[in-house]
């Protein structure tokens, strides 16, 4: 059982305010909860049978938690107009979106020893950040999006790629 809410309302003065807020309390959840050993195991569970040995270990690190994530892991948008960060857990348990889908995504890989990194894009039409998903830097800054429906970076909306972190 989770010990306190498992999750944060993000409310700021200006959407710059809360966006910088968001990338900094995303980063802050994926480091606390890699250290947990709920999702250590959950991540060496996804993981079982890898041969650690091969070169490309990290590509299917990446490939195997992607998988988990569609296969277990309902998207879920949040309430309108109230930006919510979720734990892990709870997302695991009931979904969540794109945010919410990298902090639990993050938090397996990371405690896998797989580092990521923040990146946000915004559609063609857009002058706003509008999605968040991962960047995996051993894997050639591999796009990780687990709420894309195939495993293939080139096939999403992917316009104005910033780095956040």
């Known amino acids: 059982m989770l010990e306190t809410v498992p999750y944060e309302i993000i409310q ?3 959407e710059t305010e809360a966006f910088s807020y968001r990338i900094g309390k995303i980063r802050e959840l994926i480091d606390r909860f890699k250290r947990d050993p709920k999702f250590i195991t959950l991540g060496k569970e996804i993981l079982a049978g890898l041969n650690p040995s091969r070169v490309d270990l990290d590509y299917r690190v990446v490939l195997r938690i992607w998988q988990f994530m569609r296969s277990n892991v309902l998207f879920r948008r949040d309430v309108n107009g109230i930006e919510t960060l979720q734990w892990p857990e709870y997302t695991l348990e009931h ?6 889908q990298i902090i639990l995504a ?4 990371e405690s896998q020893g797989v580092a990521v990194k923040q990146a946000v894009s915004m559609q063609k039409s857009s002058n706003e950040y509008d999605h968040i998903f991962l ?3 051993a894997v050639r800054n591999l796009i990780f999006d ?3 429906s195939v495993f293939d970076p080139n096939s999403g ?4 790629i910033e780095v956040v972190e």
């Open 12 to 14: 700021h003065s200006s």
């Open 95 to 100: 979904g969540g979106d794109c945010d919410c």
């Open 106 to 109: 993050g938090t397996l890989m």
């Open 135 to 137: 960047i995996i830097p």
């Open 146 to 148: 687990p709420t894309n």
């Open 157 to 160: 909306e992917y316009n104005n």
